[in-house]
């Protein structure tokens, strides 16, 4: 076996390394984990991913640990506050795209009952399909956006190369 080209030779506690053997591929249940990928691929846009990973527990700590319910209520002022936290990515867009989301996936799971119920509803492997979708429900989602956060969910293939040892279709709750 072995592993995905981007991170065969990075030591076991580097965070790329981390990321890939523990979340990278593998579905996730609950509903504020998702989302809270979902935050992170909208606000890698145009970034590293280094970046987005180094952050990722400023991102949980401004964003009341991705709870959707909390996030769909933030208000302008509130918008404003994380327009000055240093600890995440400063774009007054990507922010008012997450809070316009949170509502968008509250309207999900009212007709599914969650998001990841919608997203298990949905019958296609194909991307270009995906993006139309994530487009017509989502803001601030692009192709590479929807493209990565559906392989960080092992929801299209591709995540890891064959003979990766780790399991792309296991789902967690977190």
């Known amino acids: 076996m072995t592993y995905c080209e981007y991170c065969r ?21 609950d509903d504020d984990e998702l ?12 970034l590293s991913w280094d970046i987005i990973l180094k952050r990722e527990e400023q991102f949980r700590q401004a964003f009341d640990n991705f709870n959707i319910d909390r996030i769909a209520q933030y ?28 509502n968008q ?16 509803s949905i019958e296609t492997k194909n991307t270009e399909e995906w993006v139309k979708l994530f487009k017509k429900n989502f803001k601030f989602v692009g192709t590479e956006i929807v493209k990565e956060f559906l392989f960080s969910l092992g929801i299209i293939e591709g995540a890891h190369e064959e003979g990766c040892p780790i399991l792309t279709h296991k789902t967690i709750t977190i």
């Not at 053997?21 to 579905?27: E, F, N």
């Not at 979902?38 to 606000?43: F, G, W, Y």
């Open 9 to 29: 030779k990075l030591p076991l506690d580097n965070i790329h390394r981390i990321y890939h053997d523990t979340k990278y591929g593998v579905k996730i249940s």
């Open 75 to 102: 208000t302008p002022s509130v918008i404003d506050q994380l327009m000055t936290n240093e600890g995440i990515i400063r774009h007054r867009k990507k922010i008012e795209a997450v809070v316009y989301n949170a």
């Open 35 to 46: 989302f809270g990928r979902l935050i992170l691929e909208i606000n890698q846009a145009g």
């Open 105 to 120: 996936v509250i309207a999900l799971r009212k007709e599914h009952g969650t998001f990841f119920a919608w997203l298990e």
